[in-house]
């Protein structure tokens, strides 16, 4: 599994030119799921996502977790995060999850990343083709692969 963290002044995720959801000051988090990512997966990167010490304390030093400041938190799948480039021009998607396994995989995520936080959390539509908005803050954006756990 594989989220791309990017820290927002405000996001929104809109389908059809409908609005579907929009945060204000949090995280905007994009995960692709690959076939091999389990249960254990969807755990290490909730915690590492929820506990992620990248807002700013009282000394403008980035050290308060997304927990800390109640931040609101957007989650939208993005399977093109396992695009693989090695050979010619046209991006590969072969890792990254079939539909059937990657919706409830994604699903999951978001209700762990829910009960971690104690709110709900927005969210796109898997499979949907949204258009997503973001001011980033910072700018803050950060790569987090369960597979490469560095």
């Known amino acids: 599994m594989r989220i791309l963290i990017q820290r927002v002044r405000r996001a929104s995720v809109t389908i059809g030119g409908e609005l579907h959801s929009a945060i204000g000051m949090g995280l905007l988090v994009f995960v692709g799921i690959e076939e ?6 969807i755990g290490w990167l909730t915690g590492k996502l929820t506990k992620l010490r990248i807002f700013a304390d009282d000394a403008g030093v980035m ?3 997304a927990e800390e ?14 695009a693989m480039t090695k050979k010619g021009n046209r991006p590969s998607y072969i890792r ?3 539909p059937e396994k990657a919706k409830g995989m994604y699903e999951q995520f978001v209700a762990s990343v829910s009960e971690a936080i104690g709110r709900p959390v927005a969210t796109g539509v ?3 083709d949204m258009q997503v908005e973001l001011i980033n803050d910072g700018p803050v954006t950060i790569w987090i692969d369960s597979k490469n756990r560095e």
């Not at 091999?36 to 997966?41: P, R, S, V």
């Open 36 to 41: 091999a990512d389990d249960e254990q997966d």
């Open 63 to 65: 050290n308060r977790s």
């Open 96 to 98: 990254a999850a079939r």
């Open 126 to 128: 898997f499979g949907a």
């Open 69 to 82: 400041v109640q931040a609101e938190i957007m989650v939208v799948s993005q399977f093109t995060l396992h």
